[in-house]
């Protein structure tokens, strides 16, 4: 998908995540978990290694700008 297009999907399940309630195995509530959420489009040329390190350069731009978010 383009990468407007992952960015859609990626919100989507971003905040999916923060919504869910979790629960121990004993009923108990605990805090809403969050992600960041780095996204990567494969450019002409590119090499997978080359990809991967982008999108995750991206993952740490979206922890650093303070977490539960996606970046590009």
Request: aromatic residues 2%; glycine residues 6%.
């Amino acid at each position: 998908t383009s990468l407007a297009g992952a960015a859609i999907a990626a919100e989507r399940l971003r905040e999916a995540v923060r919504v869910t309630i979790l629960r121990k195995t004993d009923g108990t509530q605990i805090p809403c978990a969050t992600v960041s959420i780095g996204l990567a489009e494969l450019q002409a040329g590119q090499d997978m290694q080359r990809l991967l390190h982008t999108a995750d350069d991206a993952l740490y731009r979206a922890k650093h700008k303070g977490r539960n978010r996606v970046e590009s």
